[in-house]
Each structure stands twice: as structure tokens, then as C-alpha cells.
């Protein structure tokens, strides 16, 4: 499943596709949004944001695209006219000049003015997305020592995009693995040692991921380049103390730790 890193890539490439350029043909599935097609001729993409798995594409007359892949929507990029050959149903088509930008399978895809972007639940809800340059570590430490989460488990808590948005179940595991703890632990019970070391790693962490374009080599040292600690590699040793990584279901999804170093 893509998590914050995936997602932020995948709209790295939409917006290399088509930012700035004119768009000559907008075709969309859901008989809701067929009014907007002829509006947005013309008109350009000007930036692509992620909020978790939500993907807000904004457009030069002040509309935004509002799109949630789920389980199965994707996007991609084709050369315009180019046919795909594909079981996938065509939801969205964004077409320049030279390149197209197509929306597969998704179903949560809106098309919002200022207001309703104010206003969208989802976006409401979600917390801070940890792919957000402009997000600190001391954000993150106000948001753990926060009334709503001080008292949640981090096993649970780190899958909430209500409280940080781009993490999901690899990132879960390399972080909690980085800062040595278990997935029992509050922030509330943290020492303030533990407690800035958890909201730095709730940062970089994901964001190594996507600065290394998630490149995955066991054979470099954590910080040259994002590889996986614990995740997958249950049974193998741990570089870090030489312990034996296990494995476990923690809310619902496999959550891999290293007994010799976590406590």
C-alpha cells in the first residue's frame, strides 16, 4: 500500500507532466463534474499538493480537483493520444499539448471552489502531512502531548492520518525502530529525551523516503540512504544490537520489531 513518500513521488510526476501548460481536453466519468469540463479548457495546472493519499490538484481559474485513490485508484502519465491498454475504468483525463495525466478507478473525486475546500471533511480531519516542508518538530511534539493523542498508543496512533498524514505501516515500524520503542508506548509517558527524538523521526524519516525516491540498500547506513530496519525482516538480524527482528499484528497490520533494542 503507497504511503506518504509513494504518493508525493506520484504527484512529482503529474506535475513535471503537465504544470504551467495549457490544457486542451478534459473529459471526466461522473456525470457531476461534466459541467466543469469546458471551464477548465484552457486553463492551467498550477501546483499538485498531498494530504495523506488525498491528491489536490489546483487549477489556474481558482477550482481544485479534489481526488482520494483508496484501494485502487492510480494515476498516470501518457503521451497525449496515446491508447492505453488497460482492465482499469478511465475516471479523470487532464490533456496538454504533449503529455495527458489519467485518474484510474478512483471514486472519491470532487471538484471544489474556495469554500468547499475550507470546508471538505476529509481535509478537516486530516492531520498535518509529514511531507509538508513547512511542518516543524515542534508542531509534532505540541500534536503528541495534544489532549486527542498523549493518550493513544503508538501502535494505532502512527496509522491515524488524523494525526499525521503520509504515515502508514512501513513508516510505523522504521520509526518506532529508530527511536528504540515499542508500540504500547504514549507519548504522554516519554521522556523528553524520547519525546524529541520520536517527533524528529516523525519527520525525517519520511521524508528520507521520499528524498531517496524510497530506494531500498541494506548495505548503507541509515541517513545516506531510506533502507528497511525491521520492515519485512522478520527472522534476520538486527544491524543495530544483533537481535532477532520478529513479527506481530498490531492494529490490524503486520508490525515488525526488534526485542533486542526496542523496549
Not at 94 to 117: F, N, V
Not at 189 to 205: F, M, R, W
Not at 236 to 255: L, Q
Amino acid at each position: 500500500m503507497p504511503e506518504g513518500p509513494e504518493i508525493r513521488r506520484a504527484a512529482d510526476k503529474l506535475e513535471a507532466a503537465v504544470l504551467d501548460k495549457p490544457l486542451t481536453d478534459v473529459w471526466f466519468a461522473f456525470p457531476e463534474l461534466k459541467a466543469f469540463e469546458q471551464a477548465l479548457i484552457g486553463q492551467k495546472v498550477e501546483r499538485i499538493e498531498t494530504r495523506g493519499k488525498a491528491l489536490l490538484t489546483y487549477f489556474s481559474n481558482g477550482l481544485t480537483l479534489y481526488s482520494h485513490n483508496q484501494l485502487y485508484g492510480v494515476w498516470r502519465v501518457v503521451n497525449t493520444g496515446e491508447v492505453q491498454q488497460t482492465t482499469r475504468v478511465l475516471r479523470v483525463k487532464l490533456q496538454a499539448a504533449d503529455k495527458s495525466i489519467l485518474l484510474y478507478s478512483a471514486s472519491d473525486i470532487e471538484m471544489l471552489d474556495a469554500e468547499k475546500l475550507s470546508q471538505h471533511p476529509f481535509l478537516l480531519r486530516v492531520g498535518p502531512d509529514v511531507l509538508d516542508m513547512t511542518v516543524t518538530v515542534e508542531q509534532v511534539k505540541e500534536r503528541l502531548l495534544s489532549p486527542k493523542f498523549r493518550k493513544r498508543q503508538f501502535g494505532g496512533l502512527l496509522l491515524d492520518q488524523a494525526f499525521l498524514a503520509g504515515l502508514g505501516n512501513y513508516l510505523r515500524v522504521e520509526i518506532l525502530w529508530d527511536v528504540g520503542l515499542l508500540a504500547h508506548h504514549k507519548a504522554q509517558d516519554l521522556t523528553p529525551e524520547q519525546l524529541d527524538k520520536l517527533a524528529h523521526a516523525l519527520l525525517e524519516i519520511p521524508r528520507l523516503s521520499y528524498n531517496t525516491r524510497g530506494n531500498v540498500d541494506e548495505n548503507k547506513h541509515h541517513g545516506a540512504i531510506f533502507s528497511f530496519k525491521v520492515f519485512h525482516r522478520a527472522g534476520k538480524v538486527c544491524e543495530r544490537c544483533g537481535g532477532t527482528i520478529e513479527k506481530a499484528m498490531i492494529s490490524s497490520r503486520p508490525f515488525y520489531w526488534c526485542p533486542g533494542c526496542q523496549f
